[in-house]
């Protein structure tokens, strides 16, 4: 029955994968030709093979957060819809504490507010460039406001 199993998720992941990331998803979990890991452990979360590259300290994770709290309303134009855009703004900003907003506008554009520390904000946006599909060619951006209130980021 695992085998099975085994057999119909490989096939999924080929599917919704192209062959490339699954090399470099088989390269950092250490698995061998057929995707099975050759350590044989069962249920370990593959990671993202570029997750860890440029990824920041702790002690810069807590002088971004030491950073005033601001708002800033962003416009991102570019190839930033049908690629995952806002689910990896929120992945990235939820990361970082941050509250806020972000969604797509009729004529092909992202729209965001995002608040908190100046240098998590400020992560987060360089962070976003890194997505396989994205590409923002431009981003219009001016502070706003803080909504004192607001909890949580939110895809609209």
Known sequence: MFDRIKAWFLQLLRALFPEDMLDQIRQA???????????????????DPGSSAGQPTQEELDRMKETPVERRHI???????GVGFRYHAMYDARNQGLTGWVENRYDGSVEMEIQGPGGAIDYVLENLGNGRWIRIDAMESRKIPVVREERGFQVR
């Open 29 to 47: 979990a250490g698995a061998g030709d057929d995707g099975a890991a050759e350590s044989g452990t069962r249920g370990e979360a593959l990671t």
């Open 75 to 81: 416009v991102f134009f570019g190839r930033v819809q």
